[in-house]
């Protein structure tokens, strides 16, 4: 076999998937009616195990929309565990505030408004977990920021590093073409990163997976 997924193995691991409670069932269908990016469900259960794995006691998250990450990430942190999330529209965070008292986990969340760019300087302690999923022309910019943020040993993980399939294509879309580019880019330079063990992984729309060394 010249390939190890195919649609039938794509349909049967997709099978085996957990049923989601209501409250991501109504998440899920908010982002598809209002054409919402959310992190897809392969990568949000994979983020979960690593929140359970490394038991974080600071996280910080870039790019809240819905709250549906971060409502997943709170719920598997630990009692004194918090999680700090930056959003910069206005309108999405009243949806998140609305999911996050829904989800009961408010008191682990503190949603930050306003750009990263300016948000991330002004924050003095370190984290242990860092989620970034933005704008990607500011991936590197925030990137940078991310890394004077996360503690040795911490993790990093980075969604849409495959970028529907764009990064590796050579037949781009025009739509397409800018953000592919600065995907591109910025693949680069966190597999080069030297203070940082990193790796690109096909989950969802590619994750890259770092451990800051």
């Known amino acids: 076999m010249s390939k190890i997924l195919y649609p ?3 349909k049967y691991i997709d ?9 991501l069932k109504e998440m899920e269908e908010y982002a598809r009616e209002n054409k919402v990016p959310i992190l897809s469900w392969q990568s949000a259960e994979f983020i979960e ?17 819905i709250a549906y990450t971060t409502i997943r990430i709170a719920r598997n942190l630990s009692k004194k565990s918090v999680i700090h999330t930056i959003e910069i529209s206005g309108d999405i965070i ?3 505030n609305e999911f996050i008292e829904k989800a009961g986990v408010g008191d682990k969340i503190k949603l930050i ?32 920021y991310s890394m004077v943020l996360l503690k040795k040993n ?14 590796a294509s050579s037949r781009v879309p025009s739509d397409y073409k800018t953000s592919t580019k600065h995907i591109r880019e910025f693949n680069k ?12 992984l096909p989950i969802g729309d590619g994750i890259g997976l770092g451990v800051k060394v």
């Open 8 to 10: 039938a193995q794509q």
């Open 15 to 23: 099978s085996f998937r957990r049923e989601p409670d209501e409250l």
């Open 49 to 65: 195990q690593i929140i359970t794995m490394i038991d974080p006691k600071r996280v910080l998250e870039i790019g809240t929309a």
């Open 94 to 96: 009243v949806k998140a």
């Open 113 to 144: 408004e306003g750009d990263a760019l300016t948000v991330m300087p002004r924050l003095k302690k370190k984290y242990d977990f860092i989620f970034l999923d933005a704008d990607k022309e500011d991936y590197k910019r925030i990137f940078d």
């Open 154 to 167: 911490g993790v990093i993980v980075i969604d849409n590093l495959l970028w529907q399939g764009y990064a």
């Open 189 to 200: 330079i966190f597999i080069e990163q030297p203070n940082l063990k990193s790796t690109i």
